[in-house]
């Protein structure tokens, strides 16, 4: 763990997502630890959190879904999943 956490370890380098994209990847069937509820609250707050060009970074979905995770709204398992996929999407 660095001085600032472990949050250095996502780029901060924002990529086009379109909201159609992240409501794919954002899917149970992706992270089955998600129920219905859940996929629909990460898919709009990722969505939100874009600038007004439709770029996000990971590490930028990394605070929201983190703040989703202390809020009890989302689990460690489910952020972890979903962080997942998208390191895999944009190929970090």
């Known amino acids: 763990m660095g001085l ?8 901060k380098t924002e990529h086009q997502l379109s ?3 992240i409501k794919e990847l954002v899917s149970r069937y992706k992270v089955q630890s998600l129920d219905s ?9 990722i969505i939100a959190r874009r600038r007004g060009d439709g770029k996000i ?3 930028q979905i990394y ?5 989703l995770k202390n809020q009890n709204k989302i689990s460690q398992v489910d952020r972890d999943g979903l962080m997942r996929v998208f ?6």
């Open 4 to 11: 600032f956490g472990f949050t250095s370890k996502y780029s």
């Open 87 to 92: 390191k895999e999407y944009f190929g970090d």
């Open 37 to 45: 509820t859940e996929e629909v609250l990460a898919e709009e707050i």
């Open 19 to 21: 909201a159609q994209k």
């Open 57 to 59: 970074s990971l590490f």
């Open 63 to 67: 605070e929201v879904l983190t703040k």
